[in-house]
Protein backbone atom coordinates (compact mmCIF):
# COMPACT_ATOMS: atom_id res chain seq x y z
CA UNK A 1 0.00 0.00 0.00
CA UNK A 2 1.88 3.50 -1.07
CA UNK A 3 0.53 6.22 1.29
CA UNK A 4 2.41 9.41 2.32
CA UNK A 5 4.95 9.13 4.67
CA UNK A 6 5.49 5.40 3.90
CA UNK A 7 9.01 4.49 4.82
CA UNK A 8 10.52 4.19 0.97
CA UNK A 9 8.94 7.94 0.22
CA UNK A 10 10.68 9.59 3.96
CA UNK A 11 13.65 7.72 2.30
CA UNK A 12 14.03 9.76 -0.38
CA UNK A 13 12.49 12.67 0.94
CA UNK A 14 15.17 12.30 3.92
CA UNK A 15 12.03 12.84 6.62
CA UNK A 16 11.74 11.83 9.54
CA UNK A 17 8.94 10.74 11.57
CA UNK A 18 8.37 11.30 15.35
CA UNK A 19 6.01 10.04 18.16
CA UNK A 20 4.99 13.03 20.52
CA UNK A 21 3.36 11.92 23.45
CA UNK A 22 1.32 14.74 25.00
CA UNK A 23 1.86 16.80 21.45
CA UNK A 24 -1.48 18.57 21.73
CA UNK A 25 -0.14 20.29 25.37
CA UNK A 26 1.53 23.38 25.56
CA UNK A 27 5.07 22.57 25.22
CA UNK A 28 4.25 19.44 22.80
CA UNK A 29 2.02 21.29 20.40
CA UNK A 30 5.17 23.50 19.87
CA UNK A 31 7.45 20.98 19.40
CA UNK A 32 5.36 19.25 16.68
CA UNK A 33 5.03 22.74 14.65
CA UNK A 34 8.89 22.76 14.92
CA UNK A 35 9.13 19.54 13.43
CA UNK A 36 6.40 20.19 10.86
CA UNK A 37 8.15 23.30 10.02
CA UNK A 38 11.58 21.64 9.08
CA UNK A 39 9.35 19.05 7.08
CA UNK A 40 8.97 15.80 9.71
CA UNK A 41 6.30 13.41 9.87
CA UNK A 42 4.69 13.84 13.43
CA UNK A 43 1.79 11.27 14.92
CA UNK A 44 0.83 12.93 18.17
CA UNK A 45 -0.46 10.42 21.03
CA UNK A 46 -2.56 12.18 23.26
CA UNK A 47 -5.70 11.51 25.62
CA UNK A 48 -6.50 15.12 26.10
CA UNK A 49 -7.13 15.08 28.98
CA UNK A 50 -5.34 18.31 29.29
CA UNK A 51 -3.63 18.69 25.79
CA UNK A 52 -6.32 20.28 23.36
CA UNK A 53 -7.36 18.76 20.23
CA UNK A 54 -7.20 22.04 18.24
CA UNK A 55 -3.79 22.21 19.20
CA UNK A 56 -2.71 19.37 16.99
CA UNK A 57 -1.51 21.10 13.29
CA UNK A 58 -3.22 19.79 10.58
CA UNK A 59 -0.29 18.37 9.33
CA UNK A 60 0.33 15.76 12.32
CA UNK A 61 -1.50 12.58 12.71
CA UNK A 62 -3.79 12.29 15.98
CA UNK A 63 -4.33 9.25 18.21
CA UNK A 64 -6.08 9.77 21.18
CA UNK A 65 -5.31 7.29 23.44
CA UNK A 66 -4.07 6.80 26.90
CA UNK A 67 -0.86 6.00 27.43
CA UNK A 68 -1.69 3.44 29.80
CA UNK A 69 -3.03 1.71 27.08
CA UNK A 70 -0.71 -1.04 26.67
CA UNK A 71 -2.44 -2.96 23.31
CA UNK A 72 -2.77 0.55 21.91
CA UNK A 73 1.02 1.71 22.04
CA UNK A 74 1.56 -1.82 20.81
CA UNK A 75 -0.60 -0.70 17.88
CA UNK A 76 0.56 2.45 17.19
CA UNK A 77 4.44 1.04 17.08
CA UNK A 78 2.91 -1.43 14.81
CA UNK A 79 1.02 0.45 12.52
CA UNK A 80 4.10 3.62 12.22
CA UNK A 81 8.37 2.80 12.60
CA UNK A 82 9.64 5.62 14.20
CA UNK A 83 12.89 7.30 14.42
CA UNK A 84 12.41 8.67 18.15
CA UNK A 85 9.80 9.37 20.47
CA UNK A 86 9.45 13.13 22.24
CA UNK A 87 7.60 12.20 25.55
CA UNK A 88 5.86 14.99 26.95
CA UNK A 89 2.61 13.94 28.21
CA UNK A 90 2.81 13.82 32.22
CA UNK A 91 0.94 14.91 35.35
CA UNK A 92 2.85 18.16 35.85
CA UNK A 93 1.57 20.47 38.78
CA UNK A 94 4.14 20.64 41.84
CA UNK A 95 0.69 21.92 43.86
CA UNK A 96 -1.11 18.77 42.91
CA UNK A 97 1.49 16.56 43.02
CA UNK A 98 1.72 17.72 46.91
CA UNK A 99 -1.65 16.88 47.63
CA UNK A 100 -1.87 13.58 45.49
CA UNK A 101 1.85 11.96 45.72
CA UNK A 102 1.19 8.59 44.82
CA UNK A 103 -0.83 9.31 42.04
CA UNK A 104 1.88 11.33 40.80
CA UNK A 105 4.42 8.77 41.26
CA UNK A 106 2.08 5.96 39.54
CA UNK A 107 1.12 8.11 36.43
CA UNK A 108 4.43 9.49 35.83
CA UNK A 109 6.23 6.94 36.06
CA UNK A 110 4.06 3.70 34.62
CA UNK A 111 3.01 5.57 31.70
CA UNK A 112 6.90 6.31 30.93
CA UNK A 113 7.89 3.15 31.52
CA UNK A 114 5.23 1.40 29.31
CA UNK A 115 6.34 3.87 26.58
CA UNK A 116 9.86 3.36 26.89
CA UNK A 117 8.96 -0.80 26.79
CA UNK A 118 6.67 -0.71 23.70
CA UNK A 119 9.36 1.95 21.95
CA UNK A 120 12.00 -0.41 22.76
CA UNK A 121 10.25 -3.46 21.43
CA UNK A 122 9.93 -1.42 18.59
CA UNK A 123 13.13 -1.46 18.05
CA UNK A 124 12.81 1.99 18.45
CA UNK A 125 15.70 3.34 20.02
CA UNK A 126 15.73 7.32 20.72
CA UNK A 127 13.99 9.36 22.98
CA UNK A 128 13.63 12.92 24.71
CA UNK A 129 12.10 13.38 27.86
CA UNK A 130 10.48 16.75 28.75
CA UNK A 131 12.10 16.95 32.42
CA UNK A 132 12.40 19.60 34.98
CA UNK A 133 14.36 21.56 37.00
CA UNK A 134 12.19 20.60 39.95
CA UNK A 135 14.61 18.05 40.16
CA UNK A 136 16.99 19.92 42.66
CA UNK A 137 14.49 20.94 44.51
CA UNK A 138 16.32 23.70 46.76
CA UNK A 139 19.41 23.81 44.50
CA UNK A 140 23.04 23.71 45.95
CA UNK A 141 23.92 26.40 43.84
CA UNK A 142 22.96 29.33 41.34
CA UNK A 143 22.60 28.97 38.41
CA UNK A 144 21.50 25.25 38.11
CA UNK A 145 23.85 23.33 35.99
CA UNK A 146 24.02 19.67 35.21
CA UNK A 147 26.09 18.48 37.67
CA UNK A 148 24.40 19.85 40.65
CA UNK A 149 22.97 17.16 43.28
CA UNK A 150 19.26 16.47 42.01
CA UNK A 151 17.24 16.25 45.16
CA UNK A 152 13.46 16.53 44.60
CA UNK A 153 11.44 18.88 46.55
CA UNK A 154 8.23 17.49 45.46
CA UNK A 155 6.28 14.33 43.84
CA UNK A 156 6.47 15.75 40.63
CA UNK A 157 10.07 16.32 40.11
CA UNK A 158 10.57 12.61 41.79
CA UNK A 159 8.53 11.01 38.97
CA UNK A 160 10.74 12.79 36.61
CA UNK A 161 13.70 11.79 38.39
CA UNK A 162 12.40 8.01 38.50
CA UNK A 163 12.00 8.00 34.41
CA UNK A 164 14.90 9.26 33.65
CA UNK A 165 16.45 6.33 36.12
CA UNK A 166 14.15 4.45 33.82
CA UNK A 167 15.62 5.75 30.45
CA UNK A 168 19.30 5.20 31.91
CA UNK A 169 18.14 1.17 32.97
CA UNK A 170 17.09 1.00 29.37
CA UNK A 171 20.62 2.88 27.93
CA UNK A 172 22.45 0.20 30.31
CA UNK A 173 20.65 -3.10 29.01
CA UNK A 174 18.82 -1.95 25.25
CA UNK A 175 20.76 0.50 24.06
CA UNK A 176 18.41 2.93 23.86
CA UNK A 177 19.87 6.75 23.59
CA UNK A 178 17.78 9.28 25.56
CA UNK A 179 18.30 13.35 26.31
CA UNK A 180 16.60 14.43 29.28
CA UNK A 181 15.50 17.92 28.97
CA UNK A 182 15.34 19.62 32.19
CA UNK A 183 12.62 22.29 31.60
CA UNK A 184 13.28 25.69 33.93
CA UNK A 185 9.89 27.88 33.33
CA UNK A 186 8.39 27.39 30.40
CA UNK A 187 6.38 30.35 29.18
CA UNK A 188 5.43 32.32 25.89
CA UNK A 189 3.42 31.39 22.57
CA UNK A 190 4.31 30.55 19.09
CA UNK A 191 5.16 34.10 17.41
CA UNK A 192 3.63 33.35 14.61
CA UNK A 193 0.18 33.07 16.88
CA UNK A 194 -0.08 29.39 15.59
CA UNK A 195 -0.31 27.64 19.01
CA UNK A 196 -0.48 29.07 22.78
CA UNK A 197 -0.79 28.35 26.43
CA UNK A 198 -4.48 26.99 27.45
CA UNK A 199 -3.77 24.80 31.01
CA UNK A 200 -7.30 24.00 32.64
CA UNK A 201 -7.14 24.86 35.48
CA UNK A 202 -4.34 27.76 34.85
CA UNK A 203 -2.01 27.90 37.46
CA UNK A 204 0.89 29.66 35.70
CA UNK A 205 1.91 32.78 36.74
CA UNK A 206 2.38 34.89 32.81
CA UNK A 207 -0.89 33.64 31.59
CA UNK A 208 -2.91 34.23 35.00
CA UNK A 209 -1.11 37.83 35.49
CA UNK A 210 -2.11 38.75 31.62
CA UNK A 211 -6.13 37.30 32.23
CA UNK A 212 -5.60 39.71 35.16
CA UNK A 213 -4.25 42.47 33.45
CA UNK A 214 -7.61 41.77 30.88
CA UNK A 215 -9.77 41.41 33.16
CA UNK A 216 -10.48 38.27 32.75
CA UNK A 217 -9.34 36.94 35.94
CA UNK A 218 -9.51 38.49 39.27
CA UNK A 219 -6.46 40.48 40.69
CA UNK A 220 -3.23 37.82 41.42
CA UNK A 221 -2.25 36.41 43.90
CA UNK A 222 1.50 37.24 44.60
CA UNK A 223 3.04 33.94 46.89
CA UNK A 224 4.91 35.25 49.15
CA UNK A 225 6.96 38.58 49.34
CA UNK A 226 9.48 37.38 52.19
CA UNK A 227 11.98 35.11 50.20
CA UNK A 228 15.60 36.18 50.53
CA UNK A 229 15.71 37.90 47.07
CA UNK A 230 16.22 41.22 46.08
CA UNK A 231 12.72 42.23 45.64
CA UNK A 232 11.32 39.57 48.55
CA UNK A 233 9.17 36.93 45.61
CA UNK A 234 10.34 34.23 43.88
CA UNK A 235 12.75 34.54 40.87
CA UNK A 236 12.60 31.78 38.08
CA UNK A 237 14.37 31.41 34.89
CA UNK A 238 11.54 31.88 32.06
CA UNK A 239 12.07 30.19 28.85
CA UNK A 240 10.19 30.85 25.43
CA UNK A 241 8.39 27.27 24.86
CA UNK A 242 9.58 28.07 20.95
CA UNK A 243 13.20 28.14 22.00
CA UNK A 244 12.49 24.95 24.40
CA UNK A 245 10.99 23.54 21.05
CA UNK A 246 14.03 24.29 19.17
CA UNK A 247 16.16 22.18 21.67
CA UNK A 248 14.20 19.34 21.26
CA UNK A 249 15.31 19.50 17.28
CA UNK A 250 18.99 19.87 18.10
CA UNK A 251 19.35 17.05 20.72
CA UNK A 252 17.02 15.07 18.50
CA UNK A 253 20.37 15.80 15.79
CA UNK A 254 22.77 15.08 18.29
CA UNK A 255 21.94 11.52 19.09
CA UNK A 256 22.32 10.20 15.72
CA UNK A 257 25.91 10.32 16.39
CA UNK A 258 26.33 11.16 20.47
CA UNK A 259 25.29 9.50 23.30
CA UNK A 260 22.10 9.68 25.95
CA UNK A 261 22.25 13.31 27.65
CA UNK A 262 20.89 15.34 29.95
CA UNK A 263 20.51 18.96 29.78
CA UNK A 264 19.19 22.24 31.88
CA UNK A 265 17.25 24.59 29.82
CA UNK A 266 16.94 28.14 30.41
CA UNK A 267 18.25 31.44 29.54
CA UNK A 268 20.19 31.66 32.58
CA UNK A 269 18.77 34.73 33.68
CA UNK A 270 16.32 34.86 36.91
CA UNK A 271 13.15 37.23 37.04
CA UNK A 272 11.36 37.63 40.30
CA UNK A 273 7.57 37.54 40.43
CA UNK A 274 7.57 41.52 40.79
CA UNK A 275 9.75 41.85 37.43
CA UNK A 276 6.87 39.67 35.46
CA UNK A 277 4.26 41.79 36.59
CA UNK A 278 6.24 44.69 35.80
CA UNK A 279 7.41 43.10 31.86
CA UNK A 280 3.49 42.67 31.35
CA UNK A 281 2.63 46.35 32.28
CA UNK A 282 5.65 47.63 29.92
CA UNK A 283 4.43 45.19 26.96
CA UNK A 284 0.71 46.35 27.78
CA UNK A 285 0.37 49.51 28.96
CA UNK A 286 -1.85 47.80 31.62
CA UNK A 287 -1.48 47.39 35.17
CA UNK A 288 -1.73 44.20 36.57
CA UNK A 289 -4.08 43.69 39.72
CA UNK A 290 -2.57 41.99 42.10
CA UNK A 291 -2.15 41.52 46.36
CA UNK A 292 0.67 39.44 48.19
CA UNK A 293 -0.79 36.60 49.80
CA UNK A 294 1.12 33.63 51.58
CA UNK A 295 4.07 31.48 50.08
CA UNK A 296 3.46 28.61 48.12
CA UNK A 297 4.33 24.92 49.64
CA UNK A 298 6.91 23.79 47.51
CA UNK A 299 8.42 27.04 46.17
CA UNK A 300 11.89 27.32 46.25
CA UNK A 301 13.14 31.11 46.46
CA UNK A 302 15.39 31.05 43.14
CA UNK A 303 15.38 28.48 40.40
CA UNK A 304 17.98 29.59 37.13
CA UNK A 305 19.81 27.28 34.64
CA UNK A 306 23.14 26.94 34.08
CA UNK A 307 22.44 26.12 30.12
CA UNK A 308 26.41 26.33 28.91
CA UNK A 309 26.17 22.68 28.09
CA UNK A 310 23.43 22.58 25.83
CA UNK A 311 24.48 25.57 24.21
CA UNK A 312 28.54 24.14 23.78
CA UNK A 313 27.30 21.01 22.78
CA UNK A 314 23.95 21.71 20.42
CA UNK A 315 24.55 25.32 19.33
CA UNK A 316 21.47 26.02 20.89
CA UNK A 317 20.82 29.67 21.69
CA UNK A 318 16.94 30.97 22.92
CA UNK A 319 16.03 34.01 20.08
CA UNK A 320 13.23 34.69 22.85
CA UNK A 321 14.96 34.90 25.41
CA UNK A 322 14.08 38.40 26.31
CA UNK A 323 11.18 38.39 29.05
CA UNK A 324 9.64 41.65 27.24
CA UNK A 325 9.00 38.94 23.80
CA UNK A 326 7.90 36.09 26.26
CA UNK A 327 5.14 38.34 27.48
CA UNK A 328 4.33 39.36 24.38
CA UNK A 329 3.74 36.43 22.87
CA UNK A 330 1.84 35.32 25.45
CA UNK A 331 -0.02 38.51 25.45
CA UNK A 332 -0.66 38.68 21.54
CA UNK A 333 -2.17 34.91 21.81
CA UNK A 334 -4.40 35.16 24.97
CA UNK A 335 -5.90 38.45 23.36
CA UNK A 336 -6.56 36.78 20.03
CA UNK A 337 -8.23 33.49 22.07
CA UNK A 338 -10.02 34.72 25.44
CA UNK A 339 -11.79 31.43 25.27
CA UNK A 340 -8.27 29.50 24.75
CA UNK A 341 -8.65 26.82 22.35
CA UNK A 342 -12.22 27.12 23.45
CA UNK A 343 -13.03 23.51 23.89
CA UNK A 344 -13.47 23.84 28.37
N1 LIG B 1 3.19 32.57 41.25
C1 LIG B 1 2.50 33.53 41.96
N2 LIG B 1 1.13 33.59 41.83
C2 LIG B 1 0.43 32.74 41.01
C3 LIG B 1 1.15 31.77 40.28
C4 LIG B 1 2.52 31.71 40.43
O1 LIG B 1 3.07 34.32 42.70
O2 LIG B 1 -0.82 32.84 40.96
C5 LIG B 1 4.65 32.48 41.39
C6 LIG B 1 5.12 31.14 41.94
O3 LIG B 1 5.16 31.18 43.35
C7 LIG B 1 6.51 31.03 41.32
C8 LIG B 1 6.39 31.78 40.00
O4 LIG B 1 5.22 32.58 40.11
O5 LIG B 1 7.46 31.71 42.11
C9 LIG B 1 6.21 30.85 38.83
O6 LIG B 1 5.18 29.92 39.14
P1 LIG B 1 4.54 28.99 38.04
O7 LIG B 1 3.41 28.27 38.71
O8 LIG B 1 4.23 29.78 36.81
O9 LIG B 1 5.69 27.98 37.64
P2 LIG B 1 6.54 26.96 38.55
O10 LIG B 1 7.69 27.75 39.10
O11 LIG B 1 5.64 26.40 39.60
O12 LIG B 1 6.99 25.94 37.56
Excluded at 49 to 73: F, W
Excluded at 201 to 229: K, M, N, Q, S, W
Excluded at 282 to 301: E, F, L, Q, W, Y
Aim: aromatic residues 6%.
Amino acid sequence: MFRPGSDAVRQGLDMARYLVTGGAGFVGSHAVLALLDRGDEVVVLDDLSQGHRAAVPAGATLVQAQLSDRAELARVFANWRFDAVLHFAALSLVGESMKSPMHYLAENLGNSVRLIEAAVEAGCLRFVLSSTAALFGKPERIPIDEDCPVAPGNPYGESKLMVETALAWAESIHGLRYAALRYFNAAGSDPAGRAGEDHNPETHLVPLAIDAALGRRPALTVFGDDYPTPDGTCIRDYVHVTDLADAHLRVLTRLETHGSCRYNIGNGEGHSVKQVLGAIERVSGRAVPHSIGPRRAGDPAVLVAASERLRRETGWAPRFGDIDKIVRTTWAWREAHPKGYGDR
